[in-house]
């Protein structure tokens, strides 16, 4: 069955021939068959040959979409980029940094290519007011635009800045600093920074950051990995740096660093890859009398252990009244916060301070007190906030900081502008009872919002500097299903409000885009999406799923969908698509699955074990060989997360899912796009090249009914891009999806159901 929009496809959709190995290797008595093994060279001659193939027969395909699209005022590509850049115009805006009288925040404004980081400072030519600077600004570094900011850190006067800079998508960061007050390079660049955190010690003179040791130090497989933490004067030739903490631990180690504004206590992290489970280690640098920015404090501190060993995940800080915070899921998988004393850091001294809720997942917490004008007694905090997500949608609480108890009443709730997600609670370093935070939901910008604690009093802070495009109007309805063992999973449905009658059903079946991600407990909030409102605004319908493997109902939640328990996640993706079939919102033949990185995994096993039910199938930075995932890219540091193809049982988990082996003769697969990126260093293009030609070579589908294509894009990687790119890639995912559900490119948003009757723009509701 064509889609209804269909146009004959040309003749030169014909998949290009690619060799198939008889390689079956005994893998731990079990016979495992790699066809395509050859295809993990990107450099071999047969390699680039078979990718220039699969450039040209995509660049037919889309030869064939664009024609079909024609000057549609909704799906032509001219058409559909202009309404995600106007959906993107608005831009964006984060919370402040403050430092003394100076605040440092990202924006971005509509037609800019990358974020940059700005600084606001009292204006010595008009006292009482502002001025702004564009302090870092990627395309300023690199007009072509292949550069991307990927940390920044003040020093704790203000006066120093921290940045780290990566090209060409590899995120292999470049940590430099510059002087805030003239903008120049001040130190670097040091290389091997990728992930480091920066931990300034007062005054300016020292930093710890993480680094890692030079390549010729390990072997080549091993070169990602082994960080360690340093210590930095600025100024100085790395070279002379001080390893401070890592040698002899885990290989695959993450490090996290901070030290407190005195300077007096630092706090290490570790974690093994992706692993769950944080060790955390305090130092006390005034200890027996030592100058705490003396060199002996700094290159040697006295680390002493708070929490190592544990199968659980703890965050640690030392708060403005001199206690050590927790934020745990030892004992609490949805989280609890702790308080100890710092020179006593140790779990049997915790005393829990905000106890775990049954059903919310603790996110962040802020303390709020009178500030340093308020003398020695006024640093003591008057008010602890509390930050939960339920079932995704985001909450704040008042709490006494002493017992922990929320506030009575009104009193003990901050209202908040919708039903969607706050992020961050930030505070002045030096205290005081302003706290600020950012909200978004499904049609809502991101905006930074000033609550004043004192009076309750709420205002927008910084709204997102372009112009805020109407968009449709939308409910969103809340799904839930059944999965295969009985777990009750849900998703959001995000549909425009004139497709669902006066009980918020369907009232027709319609096309439907169903995108998940389920691992690293990484949970899927509400938030502002413009790929979201374009689709739905021409008609179709966007779920986003809340699979296990997340972290959207806490710790166990995360460990119901990892390791042995993997497929759960693979149930509850199906179950959804199932329950969107059974009340109505689509069919098989409209509906799509659209994921990317451990989603790319999702949509592969999606694709591969229930190609009935999926019509389209956006696959992108996939992993997908997951016998040999682990070779390439940061594989090492997931098998924690998925197992150990090594391990003979761990094996068995991964063979009984992995995308690439599961592939089978004749059978009809849906229309597949793999969209892949040759900077990659996190996932290799190779799962997707693979499994392009397992499939283009099993299907019995029509190529130019239900095509397998792979999209691949230069100068570009797995994290950040710039706008420009970004709205080219989802323009062609958009048309790829709409081409294989049915979503007529016919009409413009209005004449595609009528908003005036519908309510206003932007409705949420969750019923």
């Known amino acids: 069955m064509k889609p209804a929009h269909a146009t004959s496809a040309p003749s030169s959709l014909a998949y290009p021939p690619a060799r198939r190995e008889d390689r079956v290797e005994d893998l731990h008595g079990r016979r495992v068959a790699d066809p395509y093994r050859w295809l993990e060279d990107p450099d071999a001659a047969e390699t680039s040959a078979w990718s220039a193939a ?17 000057s549609s005022p909704v799906w032509s590509s001219d058409a559909l980029a202009g309404r995600l850049q106007e959906l993107l115009g608005a831009g964006f805006v984060g919370a402040p940094a403050w430092r003394g009288d100076r605040r440092f925040f990202m924006r971005r404004e509509g037609a800019q290519e990358h974020a940059v980081v700005v600084v606001a400072e009292p204006d010595p030519s008009a006292p009482g007011r502002e001025r702004e600077r564009v302090l870092i600004d990627p395309v300023a570094l690199d007009p072509a635009g292949t550069t991307t900011l990927d940390a920044w850190q003040p020093s704790k006067e203000g006066d120093l800045m921290a940045f780290q800079v990566s090209s060409g998508g590899t995120e292999e960061s470049v940590l430099r600093i510059l002087d805030v007050a003239t903008g120049e390079i001040v130190d670097g660049p040091i290389d091997r920074a990728r992930y480091s955190p920066v931990a300034w010690v007062p005054g300016g003179e020292h930093l710890f950051y993480v680094r890692r040791l030079p390549a010729e130090q390990v072997p080549e497989d091993e070169r990602q990995y082994h960080r360690r933490v ?32 005195d300077g007096r206590w630092l706090i290490i992290s570790a974690s093994a890859g992706t692993a769950p489970r944080t060790d955390v280690w305090i130092a006390d640098l005034a200890a027996d009398g030592r100058d705490p920015r003396g060199a002996e404090a700094l290159a040697d501190p006295r680390l002493v252990e708070v929490a190592v060993g544990l199968d659980a995940d703890t965050h640690a800080w030392v708060g403005r009244d001199g206690r050590l915070y927790l934020h745990t899921d030892l004992d609490a998988p949805r ?33 709020v007190d009178a500030g340093d004008a308020a003398g020695p007694d006024g640093t003591r905090p008057e008010q602890l906030l509390v930050s939960r ?3 995704t949608v985001s909450e704040v609480t008042v709490h006494d900081p002493h017992t922990g108890a929320q506030l009575d009443g009104p ?5 908040l502008p919708g039903l969607g997600s706050v992020n961050g609670l930030v505070t002045r370093p030096e205290g005081g009872r ?13 905006t930074i919002h000033l609550l004043d604690t004192a009076t309750g009093a709420q205002s927008v802070w910084a709204a997102p500097p372009g112009p805020v495009v109407e968009a449709p109007a939308v409910r969103v309805h809340q799904l839930e299903a059944t999965s295969k063992d009985g777990t009750t999973v849900r998703a959001m449905v995000v549909a425009r409000a004139d497709a669902l009658d006066a009980d918020g059903r369907p009232t027709a079946e319609r096309p439907t885009i169903l995108y998940g991600y389920g691992g690293f407990q990484i949970s899927l909030d509400p938030a502002y999406s413009a790929t979201t409102l374009a689709w739905v605004e021409a008609g179709g319908v966007y779920v986003v799923a809340q699979l296990r493997g997340g972290g959207e109902e806490g710790e166990e939640w995360h460990r119901a969908g990892r390791r042995g328990a993997k497929q759960n996640v693979f149930d509850d993706f199906h179950a959804i698509a199932e329950r969107l079939v059974a009340d109505g919102w689509t069919t098989p033949r409209q509906l799509a699955c659209w994921g990317g990185s451990n989603g790319g995994l999702l949509v592969g096993a999606a694709l591969t074990q229930r190609p009935d039910l999926f019509g389209a199938v956006v696959c992108s930075a996939p992993l997908l060989d997951m016998v040999r995932y682990q ?17 003979p049982r761990e094996l068995d988990w991964l063979l009984g899912y992995s995308p690439y082996h599961r592939v089978a003769d004749g059978v009809e697969y849906p229309a597949t796009l793999f969209t892949v990126f040759e900077g990659d260093t996190r996932v290799d293009p190779l799962h997707a090249r693979k499994l392009a030609a397992a499939l283009q070579a099993a299907t019995s589908g029509d190529p130019h009914e239900r095509p ?38 016919a009409g413009t948003p209005q004449e595609a159901g009528s908003a005036g009757d519908a309510g206003h723009a932007g409705d949420q509701v969750v019923a």
């Open 230 to 261: 340093w210590l930095h004067r600025v100024g100085a030739d790395p070279s002379e740096d001080v390893e401070v903490f890592g040698g002899g631990l885990d290989m695959t180690n993450y490090y996290g660093v901070t030290l407190t504004r």
């Open 708 to 745: 397998v294509l792979v999209r691949r894009e230069t100068g570009v990687g797995h994290g950040g891009r710039a706008l420009s790119r970004t709205v080219a890639l989802t323009v062609e995912q958009l048309q790829f999806v709409a081409d294989h559900t049915g979503l007529a490119p």
């Open 389 to 391: 997500r339920r079932h």
């Open 411 to 415: 009193a003990g709730v901050v209202p």
């Open 631 to 647: 070779r390439f890219g940061l594989g090492t540091s997931w098998t924690d997360e998925y197992g150990d193809a090594d391990v």
């Open 54 to 70: 699969q450039d040209e027969l995509y660049a037919a395909y889309r030869e064939r979409v664009t024609a079909q699209a024609g």
């Open 335 to 367: 989280g609890r916060l702790a308080v100890a004393d710092p020179s006593c850091p140790g779990v049997p001294h915790w005393r829990t301070l905000v106890a775990e809720d049954p059903v919310a997942v603790l996110e962040g917490v802020a303390l």
């Open 434 to 446: 302003e706290v600020w935070y950012s909200y978004t939901d499904h049609t809502t910008v991101p």
